[in-house]
């Protein structure tokens, strides 16, 4: 009898050769059929010279010789004599095997089947006869398919699984459905849809075996969903599932495996189901973005679990009183690391350290949310009023504001030029080779070394996102009729946290990076974008996946801190992506022409110049010039040269009440001690303390030898620094104000001298 492997049905699938139905299944092996198994022994079972192919008990076990044969016979196989022997070799060690254990092979079990077969290639050898060990184990398991459904090939340790999937289904036909599915993995850049990969022609060919199928048809979403839950596969194919459903679903087969976050299954143990019940209902109705949703969903887990403890009356929510409000806050303000979670894998080294002030401010404000939600929506009537009850403390809100942690000039400095000069040896590398080509990993670091972008940002900007313009009409990125340091490179930043899409400059170098990348990628299917809902193609996708908004944190910065060779954190701590941009921010507002801070605002795309000064600090130098241009010292203190007459003081002519300080005005000297207090300081009301310079009495004083000349700083008033500032007018208003004022002498200056002379004999001053 010949049955061809390549049986096809009316609609044009595969159909099993093998009809199950002809034949008779009795899993008793009679005492006649074990005795003529036995009787035709090793030589006529195994088909081998001089056997008699005409002996009596060949009838005797026709029908378990007969699907036998058929197995053998549907096999895809070179003819040739070795694949000849094994298959007569397969037939004679299951018709002894039966002999041994007194029943059919009809009636073996799974396990049966996985102990004859083996975990492996020795626990085989161990219970079959030498002339079985070979070529025979691969037939074997085409017997286990056909005759007893086995499918559990993940226990049967290193075998070739595309040989025996070629040998069920028919050669030609497994490779073209396999064909499909590289096709569709090299158009997005998988190393598995290669030539010299062996992952995806595995992993398909026990999907096959597992459906029952060679068609990628038939892989439904169901079927994918049964492999990962009961974990059909090896190890390593389990890793290639993903990749190969992605690959079928984009063929139009199934629907694309499911991504599931960390954060979406944050476990709800230890917290009351009531609470949980109402905090997952609004989780259904918040219109919230999902990353803001997640947030807000583990703060409120995490306050089920202190309701729990601490509250247990308080876990529906319509019991919640302001005292329960304020219990809460006091001890959110308590709190501590590690307090009413699940999971502490992650910050074990700070376990046990009082949470920072942003932390106690979004439990708070997770709180506030979800009453206030509640009540807005009408589901509850709350006995207080949540933004109230729910505020942050004061000396939480103390601890907040802007306080952007910018990496020091020399660090940033060395991972620029690490950025500037990568090479293959230093990009992040999987054991299969590198992650990424080099060229994304470039345009990568320099989009987050030089666009000040958040990470999630960076991830989500679009296939052709770099323009270039000169003189404001745009020109091609690669033209060779504009110098580069000419044409101005834009970068449009797609919807992002605080508003909607922008365009900006940026360097020439950003946009070359880009450029390079792009003429490389391969073409991608297009994604949708969560935060706007729109069908893109995004620029850092690869392998149909867009590049991980932590990959900047994960590889791109360890990278460049090996490569510059700096620490991966500082005194301000880890060094994060998102400090790049407080970095470069700041960076531009303290530049030689710096930024202002609404032209900063506009390059960060902020909707308000408050949420600018998060990122922007000014640095200590720029601090300490303005406060030198600002000249405080020099606007509030004047000095002025004092005559010490030191002969005066030995002699003791001072204690007589000779003068001994003689305070130059330009015009004469003042020796009342008390200089620094006259009122009159400014403009000189000529009193009986002053002296003509061009008086006999002050030439003696200047002609002496023992004279010390120092110089006196004198505060200044609000009037008198005025006058100093403002010329003319300020100094006539001083001196009216001063005309009725005694002088140290006793007398006012509108006694000493008219007032129209002091206000001549000041102008003659200045």
Known sequence: ??????????????????????????????KAEQRAIRELGVRNLRRLRHHDPDAPQWAEIGRLLRP????????????????????????????????????TFWGWSEQDWLDFLGRNHRAYQEQVPTWAEGYVRPFLCGHAYHLGAYAGFRYLGHFDRLSLACRVFGCRLVEEEIARVRTVLTGWGYQYGKEEDTGVPSVMSQLFLLNRSPHASDLTTPFFD???REELLTDGGMRVLYAVQRAVAALGFCDPPATVCGADVVSQTGVPPVWAAWVERWNATTTMTHRSRLHVRAALLKTGRWIAAQQPQAADPAAWTRQTCAAWIAAVDRMEIGDYVVRTSSFEERLGQPLQAGSKAGLIRSVR?????????????????PLRALSVPRSINALLGPHPRVIADEV?????????????????????????????????????????QRSNEIARLRLGCIRWQHDGNPVAGDSESILARDAVCLLDVPAHKTGTAFTKPVDPLLGQAINAWEALRPQQPKRTDKRTGEQVDFLFTYRARPVSTGYINSSIIPMLCRKAGVPSADVRGNITSHRARS??????????EPMTLFELQAWLGHRSPESTQHYAKISPNTLTKA???AGYFARNVRTIEVLVDREAVTSGATAAGEPWQHYDLGHGYCTYTFFEQCPHRMACARCDFYTP?????????EAKDNLQRMRATIPLTDEEKAAVDDGHAALNRLLERLADIPTPAGPTPRQLLPITEIRRDAREDR
């Open 583 to 592: 970095t470069i921010a700041s960076q531009l507002y303290n530049a030689k």
């Open 369 to 385: 949310v979800f009453f206030r939600d509640i009540q807005d929506w009408e589901w509850l009537r709350l006995g207080f009023d």
């Open 68 to 103: 036998l044969q058929d197995v053998n016979a549907s096999f895809d196989t070179p003819p040739s004599m070795h694949a000849r022997r094994a298959m007569h070799d397969a037939a004679a060690v299951l018709l002894l095997r039966s002999a041994d254990v007194g029943r």
């Open 693 to 701: 310079k061009d008086s006999s009495k002050a030439q003696v004083l």
């Open 226 to 228: 049964r492999v990962r």
């Open 412 to 452: 940033w400095a060395k991972l620029l030029w690490a950025g500037l000069n990568l090479e293959s040896a230093d990009i992040p590398r999987g054991k299969a080779g590198p992650t990424y080509p080099l060229e994304l990993v470039r345009a990568i670091t320099l989009t987050w070394l030089f666009a000040g």
């Open 1 to 30: 009898m010949t049955i061809s492997p390549l049986t096809v049905d009316a609609d044009g699938g595969w159909e099993c050769p093998i009809d199950l139905g002809r034949y008779d299944r009795s899993p008793v092996l009679s």
């Open 627 to 629: 406060y030198e241009d």
